[in-house]
């Protein structure tokens, strides 16, 4: 397992964008295929985008496509989420996962998009 570190949520408006960042503790991300999820109280978590171990795979959710962008630098041991035109239905804790043994999550970062 390894210990996730997320930064970057914030506060912003309908039509503004965020990065989030997901970095590791301890141990280097470069193993593993990196996920992003969010959840909003009360509802299932959902898969958000996923990044292979090199970055050259992407893959995201119907919701997002075309407006996150999921990438990871291998130099900073850092994985992103660039979020573009951001809807208030985007609104969720966004957190971070790594394919380990058992999964590793970040602790969680507050998105929160106004209308």
């Known amino acids: 397992q390894v210990q996730l570190v997320e930064s970057g949520g914030g506060l912003v408006q309908a039509g503004g964008s965020l990065r989030l960042s997901c970095a590791a503790s301890?141990?280097?991300?470069?193993?593993?295929?990196m996920r992003w999820y969010r959840q909003v109280p009360g509802k299932e978590r959902e898969f958000v985008a996923l990044?292979?171990?090199?970055?050259?795979?992407?893959s995201y959710a119907d919701s997002v496509k075309g407006r996150f962008t999921v990438s990871r630098d291998s130099a900073k041991d850092t994985v992103y989420l660039q979020m573009n035109s951001l809807k208030p239905e985007d609104t969720a804790i966004y957190y971070c996962n790594a394919d380990s043994y058992p999964p590793s999550w970040g602790q969680g970062s507050q998105v929160t998009v106004s209308s």
């Open positions: 301890g141990r280097t991300l470069s193993s593993y295929i």
């Open positions: 990044v292979g171990r090199r970055g050259r795979i992407t």
